[in-house]
């Protein structure tokens, strides 16, 4: 089983950045895949990123984030990376990732991001 700890919410100004963290409890390596997701009050969970596992590292990111946030991971950290940069107010939500590992899905626990106008 994955576990999957997030970190590096916040507060921040629009215009802003924060850097999310999310460690793994195994080696990301062995994923096959992890991805960020967000979920603002009242509304769905909604894909902001993914990274494909093992060698490739192929990324995709949600149009509305494109150009601002970058996804990477950290194979020798067993970490993932969510960069995010000209934050905006609609950007504030509950921040999760996942991984997908021989087709069953973990969650990380949420971290909060807050964009403040």
């Known amino acids: 089983q994955v576990q999957l700890v997030e970190s590096g919410g916040g507060l921040v100004q629009a215009g802003g950045s924060l850097r999310l963290s999310c460690a793994a409890s195994?080696?990301?390596?062995?994923?096959?895949?992890m991805g960020w997701y967000r979920q603002a009050p009242g509304n769905q969970r909604e894909l902001v990123a993914t990274?494909?596992?093992?060698?490739?590292?192929?990324?995709n990111y949600a149009d509305s984030v494109k150009g601002r946030f970058t996804i990477s991971r950290d194979n020798a950290k067993n970490t993932m990376y969510l960069q995010m940069s000209s934050l905006k107010p609609e950007d504030t939500a509950v921040y999760y990732c996942?991984?997908?590992?021989?087709?069953?899905?973990?969650w990380g626990q949420g971290t909060q991001v807050t964009v403040s106008p």
């Open positions: 195994e080696s990301i390596f062995s994923i096959d895949a």
């Open positions: 990274i494909a596992g093992g060698g490739s590292g192929s990324t």
């Open positions: 996942n991984a997908v590992k021989h087709w069953v899905l973990y």
